[in-house]
């Protein structure tokens, strides 16, 4: 199937040199392959999206990008010099490519500025923003129902655009339970819990009440929340505990996010996830170069799905989500 559109396909640089961060998510025999994969955009990422049947990617900065950065001022300079080169990028080829912003939300001003400038003016589609932020302070992790961020989040609102939270670990402070088991972190675990409980977090704040419009994309079929969000609720009821969200979890999932299919090619998965929120709110991805996206465009042809959930996940969900041409 040709024309799909893949919204978790993220990218590196060299200046400012950001892609090593994501060496330690690869052996050292296969870091090279994937780093190169992770620099390319014009050439070899393009062979592949046309073998995968894509027709375009929304290119993202790698994780934890520039939520990493603990200096504010840092964070708001990278930022900035990697959305430049990003739209550098798009502007070769806008037929097959678009672009989620990198935000320096350590700093919640200049993160407003940047994501008016990237839509406003560069004409990406959203932003992407990788899970807590490490604020003035190496061993800080500020989320994103923070007060600090309610006005980034009308202005979101205002702008009318997506926001891709992608997962990132926690920090090794915060990490015990890790302990002795380094296996379960980054994407084979770690990543889900911590991304999808600071989804929870969002909707328990009462953000989605403040800012009904907003619209949160979370990868690899919601970071666990539909297999387990009815249960979550039915608890939260017995045992409220002053929550101050005016409306079930379920509410806010199958209202105000956005699930794609990023790195998790199950068959059974994504039927639980289209029972749970429905076809309009899922989303064709790949999680390039971290997943191959032969593998994810081969079993998404091939999935047992009907021909208008097909069409809506693999492109017209996106075209409408994004205001794709």
């Given at each position: 199937?040709?024309?799909?559109?893949?919204?978790?396909?993220?990218?590196?640089?060299?200046?400012?040199?950001?892609?090593?961060?994501?060496?330690?998510?690869?052996?050292?025999?296969?870091?090279?392959?994937?780093?190169?994969?992770?620099?390319?955009?014009?050439?070899?990422?393009?062979?592949?999206?046309?073998?995968?049947?894509?027709?375009?990617?929304?290119?993202?900065?790698?994780?934890?990008?520039?939520?990493?950065?603990?200096?504010?001022?840092?964070?708001?300079?990278?930022?900035?010099?990697?959305?430049?080169?990003?739209?550098?990028?798009?502007?070769?080829?806008?037929?097959?490519?678009?672009?989620?912003?990198?935000?320096?939300?350590?700093?919640?001003?200049?993160?407003?500025?940047?994501?008016?400038?990237?839509?406003?003016?560069?004409?990406?589609?959203?932003?992407?923003?990788?899970?807590?932020?490490?604020?003035?302070?190496?061993?800080?992790?500020?989320?994103?129902?923070?007060?600090?961020?309610?006005?980034?989040?009308?202005?979101?609102?205002?702008?009318?655009?997506?926001?891709?939270?992608?997962?990132?670990?926690?920090?090794?402070?915060?990490?015990?339970?890790y302990q002795g088991h380094p296996w379960?972190?980054?994407?084979?675990?770690?990543?889900?819990?911590?991304?999808?409980?600071?989804?929870?977090?969002?909707?328990?704040?009462?953000?989605?009440?403040?800012?009904?419009?907003?619209?949160?994309?979370?990868?690899?079929?919601?970071?666990?929340?539909?297999?387990?969000?009815?249960?979550?609720?039915?608890?939260?009821?017995?045992?409220?505990?002053?929550?101050?969200?005016?409306?079930?979890?379920?509410?806010?999932?199958?209202?105000?996010?956005?699930?794609?299919?990023?790195?998790?090619?199950?068959?059974?998965?994504?039927?639980?996830?289209?029972?749970?929120?429905?076809?309009?709110?899922?989303?064709?991805?790949?999680?390039?170069p971290f997943e191959r996206m032969i593998?994810?465009?081969?079993?998404?042809?091939?999935v047992e799905i009907n021909d208008a959930?097909?069409?809506?996940?693999?492109?017209?969900?996106?075209?409408?989500?994004?205001?794709?041409?």
């Amino acid at each position: 199937m040709t024309g799909k559109i893949a919204l978790e396909e993220h990218f590196g640089a060299t200046d400012p040199n950001i892609v090593e961060q994501s060496a330690e998510h690869f052996t050292p025999a296969a870091w090279p392959e994937r780093r190169a994969m992770l620099l390319d955009i014009q050439d070899d990422r393009l062979r592949q999206m046309d073998e995968a049947g894509i027709e375009l990617a929304v290119l993202s900065l790698l994780a934890p990008g520039i939520q990493s950065l603990w200096e504010p001022g840092q964070a708001v300079d990278w930022a900035r010099r990697l959305n430049d080169f990003e739209a550098e990028q798009v502007s070769r080829r806008p037929d097959r490519f678009a672009a989620f912003a990198a935000l320096p939300m350590q700093d919640p001003d200049q993160a407003i500025t940047e994501l008016r400038r990237c839509v406003r003016e560069l004409g990406f589609a959203g932003a992407m923003i990788n899970g807590f932020s490490q604020v003035g302070a190496e061993d800080t992790a500020v989320y994103l129902d923070d007060a600090r961020y309610r006005p980034f989040w009308a202005a979101v609102q205002e702008l009318d655009v997506p926001i891709y939270l992608h997962p990132r670990d926690s920090l090794p402070s915060r990490s015990q339970i890790y302990q002795g088991h380094p296996w379960l972190l980054g994407s084979a675990w770690a990543f889900s819990v911590e991304t999808g409980t600071h989804a929870l977090r969002l909707m328990g704040s009462g953000l989605f009440d403040a800012f009904p419009r907003l619209q949160v994309i979370l990868g690899h079929f919601g970071e666990l929340l539909p297999f387990n969000i009815w249960r979550t609720d039915h608890r939260i009821e017995v045992a409220p505990r002053g929550i101050p969200a005016q409306r079930p979890f379920g509410h806010y999932l199958r209202n105000n996010f956005h699930l794609t299919i990023s790195g998790n090619y199950r068959t059974p998965t994504l039927l639980n996830v289209l029972l749970e929120v429905g076809a309009d709110r899922v989303l064709f991805a790949t999680d390039y170069p971290f997943e191959r996206m032969i593998d994810a465009g081969k079993w998404f042809d091939d999935v047992e799905i009907n021909d208008a959930d097909r069409a809506k996940i693999s492109h017209r969900n996106a075209r409408q989500l994004l205001k794709l041409g």
